[in-house]
């Protein structure tokens, strides 16, 4: 929608910034080009093990309700998956990679204030606008997703942090894709 608004229309378009992006990001820092693997196979163990978290706090938070599927859609299981990658990988990048990064460089590098306080301050920022975004569309606001939502978006920015982006996008999809799965094999 961002891009439409400015006159970009291209169906790639907002693919092709992230890929760009994150190739000049891989250059800039002089990382080497060789894909491993067993490091990739490693990361996805720990995405899946890292979003174990999230679906505890879901189940506590909803109680196996219409909440499990966060804004659920009767949709094919393909495309549900498919909306699931490309959510796990746009939301981290949108409101963990840029919006920490800028508010970083707006709070502590250039508004010089103390980096404990601006961090925590960061975290809830791109938190709380993770989950508001959410409501966007025609999703009615309930307090117990919303809630549900920003402690996602803490933890998320805590994976960032932790972790980094990959791994973050990981666990996004993981728990993405482990709900669709509850909901369809559980629910029913």
């Not at 080009?33 to 909803?62: D, Q, R, Y």
């Not at 409101?95 to 010089?112: E, N, Q």
């Not at 993405?176 to 909901?183: G, N, P, Q, V």
Request: hydrophobic share 60%.
């Amino acid at each position: 929608a961002f891009f439409a608004r400015v006159g970009a229309n291209g169906q790639f378009l907002p693919s092709l910034a992230i890929v760009g992006i994150l190739l000049a990001w891989h250059i800039a820092k002089r990382d080497p080009w060789k894909i491993e693997i067993g490091v990739l196979f490693a990361m996805m163990m720990e995405s899946i093990l890292l979003a174990i978290p999230l679906l505890v706090t879901a189940a506590a938070l909803a109680r196996i309700s219409y909440s499990w599927r966060l804004a659920a859609a009767v949709m094919p299981l393909r495309s549900e998956v498919v909306l699931d990658l490309g959510a796990g990988i746009y939301e981290e990048f949108v409101f963990r990679l840029l919006l920490m990064t800028a508010l970083a460089l707006a709070l502590i590098d250039c508004g010089k204030l103390p980096r404990l306080s601006s961090g925590l301050l960061i975290v809830l920022i791109s938190a709380l606008s993770f989950s508001l975004y959410h409501y966007l569309g025609d999703e009615h606001f309930q307090w117990s997703i919303f809630a549900f939502r920003t402690i996602a978006g803490i933890y998320f920015a805590a994976l960032l942090i932790t972790r980094g982006f990959g791994i973050t996008v990981g666990s996004h999809i993981a728990y993405d894709i482990s709900i669709i799965l509850l909901h369809r094999v559980v629910l029913g």
